[in-house]
């Protein structure tokens, strides 16, 4: 109680307008998240066909609610109204935070970053919902690294508790407070964490991951893997599963970030399946076609 006090005082400023970068997996479910509770955030893009895609997911994880009674259609539209789509940096000029969740590509953010900067003021919050990046290598892309952090989302955000709150070198306290404060307010359950590529949960996913992929080069059947870690094992999805919902795309980059950081963990592959996949330009169940065929 008395450190939940302590950090809400050093909130120099709470948020209340959002916006955040990309309008894909995890950029639709953050808007989505942040409306429903209430913050209202502008999600920008730049393809109309994935803002679209961004605010239909939204009105279906709403619809369904409204089915099962969990929702009445005016609150589904209050929602929805606080997103505000768009393809360009004009209606984010007022936002406390701009989180970032473009590709996970450190070449492409750090652009993003530098423009964005550009946009907002002097004392707005920018978060990037970076899968492995290192927040102090982010954090060169943009001028005021005290207001810089991490804001790491999972997937499906509407549905994941956790959000790590990243802390790079240069990172405020007051930052922080208000990055917690905001994940709470999205009904979130934020940790923080000190910076290094892959953070807390992916510095321990991707080592995993990266053995399933040894064990498809060396033969293993992809669905009895699958089976034994879902069924047998008790976890909610298994590996080929679960990167099929990640996006190979996604999982690639950051499986090159893991291995450049953790080279003895994360074991050297060559001909890697997921970077196979991604050749042959199957990227999971964001286009239908991954390790498995989705209809
Ligand atoms: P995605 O491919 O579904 O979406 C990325 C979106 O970024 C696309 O809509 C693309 O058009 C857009 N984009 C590209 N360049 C842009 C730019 N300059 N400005 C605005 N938008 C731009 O990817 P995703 O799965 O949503 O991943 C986004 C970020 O979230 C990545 O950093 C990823 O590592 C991280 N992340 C992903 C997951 C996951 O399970 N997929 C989980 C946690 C974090």
Not at 115 to 122: A, N, P, Y
Not at 153 to 168: A, C, D, Q, S, Y
Request: charged residues 20%.
């Amino acid at each position: 109680k008395g450190k939940a006090k302590k950090a809400a005082k050093s909130i120099d400023k709470k948020i209340e307008r959002a916006a955040v970068l990309g309008a894909g997996i995890m950029g639709g479910g953050i808007a989505y998240q942040s409306a429903y509770k209430g913050t209202p955030i502008v999600m920008k893009d730049i393809n109309n066909k994935a803002l679209d895609l961004g605010l239909s997911t939204a009105a279906d994880i709403l619809g369904k609610q409204v089915e099962r009674g969990r929702l009445n259609a005016k609150k589904m539209a209050s929602v929805l109204n606080n997103i505000t789509p768009s393809l360009n940096y004009d209606s984010i000029k007022d936002t406390d935070i701009v989180v970032e969740a473009v590709v996970e590509n450190p070449n492409v953010k750090a652009s993003v970053l530098k423009e964005v900067e550009g946009f907002v003021s002097d004392r707005a919050i920018i978060a990037s919902n970076t899968s492995t990046i290192s927040i102090d290598l982010l954090a060169e892309s943009v001028n005021r690294p005290e207001r810089f952090c991490g804001m790491h989302f999972f997937n499906p955000v509407h549905k994941m508790p956790l959000v790590e709150v990243i802390r790079g070198k240069d990172t405020s306290d007051e930052t922080i407070a208000s990055v917690v404060a905001y994940a709470a307010s999205m009904g979130k359950s934020p940790i923080v964490v000190n910076d290094c590529p892959g953070f807390y949960i992916n510095r321990v996913l991707f080592p995993y991951l990266a053995g399933f992929s040894q064990l498809v080069l060396e033969g293993a059947d992809i669905a009895t893997v699958d089976k034994v870690m879902e069924k047998d094992f008790g976890w909610p999805m298994g590996p080929a599963y679960l990167l099929d919902v990640v996006g190979l795309d996604t999982a690639n980059h950051c499986t090159h970030v893991m291995a450049d950081g953790f080279p003895t963990r994360m074991a050297q592959i060559d001909n890697d399946p997921i970077s196979l996949l991604v050749n042959d330009s199957r990227y999971g169940q964001k286009n239908g076609v991954g390790f498995y065929e989705y209809s």
